[in-house]
């Protein structure tokens, strides 16, 4: 027989990514495929047929779009045994429709003039709420009116903090740094009356401060803030806080878009708690509430502990000997997932 008739029928040897079902024509290129997607367990992945995802929204888009990697009914399963929030999917239709009733959440109440004299407007006045037991993380919102002549350059205007508990630790107007030419009231529902009697920055700092620092003044940040798009209120404040404290839900991999380009509260807030917010004008605690339940359903996935400590730690010509079990097992997230917050 011809030898080159030969080759053409033996069949390719093919590496398979174990964890997103690729294919490569070269072991080398599935190792290079694997040190750059960072494949770990807490990656997100469909529960059908355990496939890896960049983000949650790549999961949704798996589920509902026919995959051409993997020819198996993720899509006809989910839709009947899947919850449309957290993704999980379910053995039974009865407990499917429990979790549904734990999983969807209702938006939280609004503070108003309905709750004078309690804990919440105690704190809206005073500023800070001692008697609440502060856990190990608390959520920040900022709400920003507009200076300069155009409106454009942020102030501070009113801040929220509460805890793990919702309840609320500070909560307050502020007094603009400068003079105000865009009240930006169809957002923020603030006028002059709102801000004339509000807490000078400075002290408003301090308060956060206390709270992040657990009381002591030595600048040393005691628990985890969580909030979206944390930079913009943290420079609002005017304040630095360590990164490593920093829960971010617009900066979380596994809740950002397919392209890993950040997702607003308000989508989020809609597609992994149920509920709408910021439907009028916005509302510092109710993105406190939202920020912190996100990082709550995040940190009490549980993925398992990761074995690996990442790929560049190797040579390549030992990478290219491993069984691709063996490169998903030694490979390393690329984030801290949060579930590793949970005692």
Known sequence: MD???????????????????????????????MKISHHSVHQPRCGVCLKHCKSLESVR?????????????????????????????????????????????????????????????????????????????????????????????????????????????????????????????????LTQDDLKDGMPLEVVREKVLAVLCGGHNDGAGRLLLVGHDLRHDLNCLKLQYPSHLLRDTAKYVPLMKTNLVSQSLRYLTRSYLGYKIQSGKHEPYEDCVSSMRLYKRMRDQEHGKAEGNGLNLWKQSDLEKMKPEDLYHNSKSEYRCWCLDRP
């Not at 390719?12 to 072991?27: P, S």
């Not at 903090?161 to 603009?176: A, C």
């Open 61 to 189: 888009e798996h589920l509902n779009v026919p995959d051409h990697l993997f020819k198996g009914d993720c899509k006809a399963i989910f839709s009947k045994r899947g919850c449309t929030l957290c993704l999980r999917i379910f053995d039974e239709a009865t407990a499917l429709a429990e979790h549904t009733n734990k999983c969807h959440l209702s938006a939280p109440l609004p503070l108003g003039p309905a709750s004078q004299g309690n804990e919440v407007n105690a704190s809206r006045t005073h500023g800070v709420n001692t008697r609440l037991k502060v856990k190990k993380a608390v959520a920040i919102d900022c709400e920003m009116v507009g200076g300069g002549d155009d409106g454009s350059i942020d102030l501070c205007a009113s801040v929220c903090m509460v805890d793990e508990d919702e309840k609320v630790i500070l909560s307050t107007h502020v007094q603009p740094q400068l003079p105000v030419t865009d009240y930006r009231h169809e957002v923020t529902g």
């Open 3 to 33: 030898p080159q008739s030969f080759s053409r029928k033996t069949p390719k040897i093919r590496h398979r990514c174990v964890a997103c079902y690729k294919m490569f024509n070269r072991r080398q290129h599935l190792v290079e495929h």
